[in-house]
């Protein structure tokens, strides 16, 4: 059964930096688009950014353009979510997920199979 496990969240001051970590198990990540999901209290599940299974393309919502990073170290089977200059706004869950489709996409509804997620806080 495939496995993703999200590490990395926690507390941290407006402006302040974290990595997530999308850590897969019984299956090798690099055959998947990988993609970041997040979900605020009260809101709706959105999308972050996502990433190629195949040449490293990556796609980013307006909201977090120029301050988040997708990547994937396939030798580690993780992909990771850097973000800088995080914002109050930023304080939801955030939930990795894999697609084994053709094409990269945002859209949550064409990935299969999602981590647990973990909590980001951005307060002072």
């Known amino acids: 059964q495939v496995h993703l496990e999200e590490s990395g969240g926690g507390l941290v001051q407006p402006g302040g930096s974290l990595r997530l970590s999308c850590a897969a198990s019984r299956f090798t990540l690099d055959n998947y688009h990988i993609g970041w999901f997040r979900q605020a209290p009260g809101k709706e599940r959105e999308a972050v950014s996502c990433i190629s299974k195949s040449d490293g393309t990556t796609y980013y919502v307006n909201s977090v353009k120029g301050r988040f990073t997708i990547s994937r170290d396939n030798a580690k089977n993780t992909v990771y979510l850097q973000m800088n200059s995080l914002k109050p706004e930023d304080t939801a869950f955030y939930y990795c997920?894999?697609?084994?489709?053709?094409?990269?996409?945002?859209?949550?509804?064409?990935?299969?199979?999602w981590g647990q997620g973990t909590q980001v806080t951005v307060s002072s």
């Open positions: 997920a894999a697609d084994d489709g053709n094409i990269l996409t945002l859209s949550e509804y064409e990935y299969d199979y």
